[in-house]
């Protein structure tokens, strides 16, 4: 059994994706045992809640520092046993005890081809405007490691989508989460549960079948 946090402060239409997987059959092994969130508003709680999944909120302003938020991240983790964790448009940096008692063990989607795109500043509708401003043709979306730079870890899995002349960010927003990042997801989450994602000198090979 793969063990699941997801880690959210938005919509929650990737934890939607895995939710739906997991539904469907499609990730045999793979179980959500806990979504966290930043936000009380997030709607992705309410999306963990209508599939009978337990939420938490952790604040970071009710901690006194860095050290004491991460203990507490930890402690929920260990809480549910979380074997992956995975970052479903989180928008906080996960501090540095986490990020190494977790070491290759969480993941994170992001809405470019990394390294196009990404890093500090670059989340949500701003990725998608930065794209159209610069006119590039093929955009997409990235499954990839988490280490403590943002964007920066080792890369699962990418998936192309094309660029169209009348997009706005928000159409193109759409085009990507439909066409890449709802895909790619879940693949990574099933090709780790199957153990065939194997990192040597900061690249992931997978096995193929
Ligand atoms: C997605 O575009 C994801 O790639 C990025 O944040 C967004 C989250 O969307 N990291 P949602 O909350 O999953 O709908």
Redesign the pocket.
């Known amino acids: 059994m793969l063990r699941l946090a997801v880690l ?9 994706a895995l939710i739906d997987s997991i539904r469907q059959n499609k990730l045999p092994g793979v179980s959500i045992e806990v979504v966290i969130s930043n936000k009380p508003e997030a709607y ?1 709680l309410e999306r963990a809640k209508q599939a009978g999944i337990s939420t938490e909120l952790i604040l970071k302003k009710n901690y006194e520092s860095s050290q004491a938020f991460g203990e507490a991240l930890l402690s929920l983790l260990y809480k549910y046993n979380v074997d992956l964790v995975v ?5 906080f940096m996960l501090p540095e005890q986490v990020i190494q008692s977790y070491k290759n063990w969480i993941i ?4 470019s081809l990394i390294p196009a795109f990404c890093g500090t500043g670059f ?2 509708l701003k ?1 998608h405007e930065a794209v159209l401003a610069r006119g590039v043709k093929v955009t997409g ?1 990235t499954v990839h490691f988490v280490d403590e730079q943002y964007d920066n870890g080792p890369i699962i899995l990418q998936k192309p989508v094309m660029v169209y002349d009348d997009d706005t960010p928000k159409t193109l ?1 759409k085009r ?2 439909e066409e890449a ?1 709802w895909i790619i997801l879940p693949e990574a989450v099933r090709l780790i549960s199957e153990n065939r994602v194997h990192i040597r000198d900061s690249r992931v090979y997978i096995d193929r079948i």
Do not use: D, F
């Open positions: 959210v402060s938005g919509g929650g239409t990737n934890l939607q992705a970052l479903a448009g989180c928008l994170n989607i992001h809405p989340y949500g990725v979306a927003q990507v989460m990042e």
